[in-house]
């Protein structure tokens, strides 16, 4: 999976889980002061990601996650260690 269809399933799910309109959510879209999301709806994001790409996401992935792009890198990371 590259780094576009990652983008387009972390939008897909934010939409869907936090009801938010999917042309809001962008790489650059703040996650917590743009999309108004909290510590709770990152868990929940979080549990919901490592359902899609069946990997152990580990907390401290997550401790310096500030954009949409930065959930993309994250998981590009964790599913292509390599690159």
Do not use: C, W
Not at 18 to 32: H, N, V
Not at 39 to 48: F, G, K, P
């Amino acid at each position: 999976m590259d780094k576009q269809q990652i983008f387009v399933e972390v939008q897909t799910l934010m939409a869907k889980l936090f009801e938010l309109d999917a042309q809001d959510i962008t790489p650059q879209s703040g996650l917590y002061d743009e999309l108004d999301l909290d510590s709770i709806d990152a868990v929940d994001l979080v549990v919901h990601l490592q359902k899609i790409t069946g990997e152990k996401i580990k907390p401290e992935m997550f401790k310096s996650v500030r954009t949409v792009q930065d959930v993309v890198d994250a998981i590009d990371q964790l599913l292509n260690p390599g690159n």
